[in-house]
Nanobody
């Protein structure tokens, strides 16, 4: 599965941004899709995930109530709607695909395929 993330950019605090991740070359609808982010000098951290059917979602506490993850299986695309952005949201955002068990949803090692990332910069 190849993943291509897009939609990053430079925004101001309080703005919104929507990231997209287009998948090709695999059975997209069978994978749990996730977003992770990595800020300069920091470890990669989980942001959000959505199960294959789209009915179950997971969020990091830091983005809960501000970010929404969704997917369009016929379009092989997963989205991350980011609202009320904060400077601490600045990072490279990466999408990933895998089939993790519940206890591994937040773990980057549970995902098989990764996109190249898209940079989000939030100015104060």
């Amino acid at each position: 599965v190849q993943l291509q993330a897009s939609g990053g950019g430079l925004v101001q605090a309080g703005d919104s941004l929507r990231l997209s991740c287009a998948a090709s070359g695999g059975a997209f609808s069978t994978y749990t899709m996730a977003w992770f982010r990595q800020a300069p000098g920091k470890e990669r951290e989980f942001v959000a995930a959505i199960r294959s059917s789209g009915g179950i979602t997971y969020y990091a506490d830091s983005v809960k109530s501000r970010f929404v993850v969704s997917r369009d299986n016929p379009k092989n695309t997963v989205y991350l709607q980011m609202n009320t952005l904060k400077p601490e949201d600045t990072a490279v955002y990466l999408c990933a695909a895998g089939k993790p068990i519940v206890s591994s949803i937040l773990s980057s090692s549970a995902y098989y395929y990764w996109g190249q990332g898209t940079l989000v910069t939030v100015s104060s």
